[in-house]
T-cell receptor, first 111, second 116 residues
């Protein structure tokens, strides 16, 4: 059974800092891994999608990497801004199309 | 482009009542799924579908039914609501890729359900 873990559960950083959010998964037989952002009371917005054959994806100040052999993915946020404050969730899709989420990292970027 | 539309946005039920949460997407996506999110937790998969006429169970399927008669719609039914089903429910959809995987997942705004 796939299990997805995100560390840390919460993170507070000053504006401008570069930061890394971690995601680990127990079953490496995945189709893809996705990172999402969720603002309070809102739905989820897809940030980056990494297919199993890929090692990383980049979008603006965001970079996500995938290492299937170690069961890890990281989301790197460069030059953080207060507008980046949100909960970030990762999710792994297994070969039966089940998408399993981690419990998220709550990020606060202080002005 | 409406994307993924969920209705209702809010609902209060009494224990034992039944209801259907509606989910519709206009992107011709084959993959659709339902999740519940409880306070302080991530999302848990309830049911999912890889195409019309095909449904499968996720992590927490008990107490919920789904059907997929069209590509556009994927309703979630609660047959006899229980207080443990108080939660925020999200529907999501995606298109398949040539390699058998799925693409970016698009989410609805959520349906907040309270069972008294």
């Amino acid at each position: 059974k796939q299990e997805v873990t995100q560390i840390p559960a919460a993170l507070s950083v000053p504006e401008g800092e570069n930061l890394v959010l971690n995601c680990s998964f127990t079953d490496s037989a995945i189709y893809n891994l996705q990172w999402f952002r969720q603002d309070p009371g809102k739905g989820l917005t897809s940030l980056l999608l990494i297919q199993s054959s890929q090692r990383e994806q980049t979008s603006g100040r965001l970079n996500a990497s995938l290492d299937k052999s170690s069961g890890r993915s990281t989301l790197y946020i460069a030059a953080s801004q207060p507008g980046d404050s949100a909960t970030y969730l990762c999710a792994a899709m297994d070969s039966s199309y089940k998408l399993i989420f981690g419990s998220g990292t709550r990020l606060l970027v202080r002005p | 482009n409406a994307g993924v539309t969920q209705t209702p946005k809010f609902q209060v039920l009494k224990t034992g009542q039944s209801m259907t949460l509606q989910c519709a997407q206009d992107m011709n996506h084959e993959y659709m799924s339902w999740y519940r999110q409880d306070p302080g937790m991530g999302l848990r998969l309830i049911h999912y579908s890889v195409g019309a006429g095909i449904t499968d169970q996720g992590e927490v399927p008990n107490g919920y039914n789904v059907s997929r008669s069209t590509t556009e719609d994927f309703p979630l039914r609660l047959l006899s609501a229980a207080p443990s089903q108080t939660s925020v429910y999200f529907c999501a959809s995606s298109s398949p890729t040539s390699g058998g995987s799925t693409g970016e997942l698009f989410f609805g705004e959520g349906s907040r359900l309270t069972v008294l």
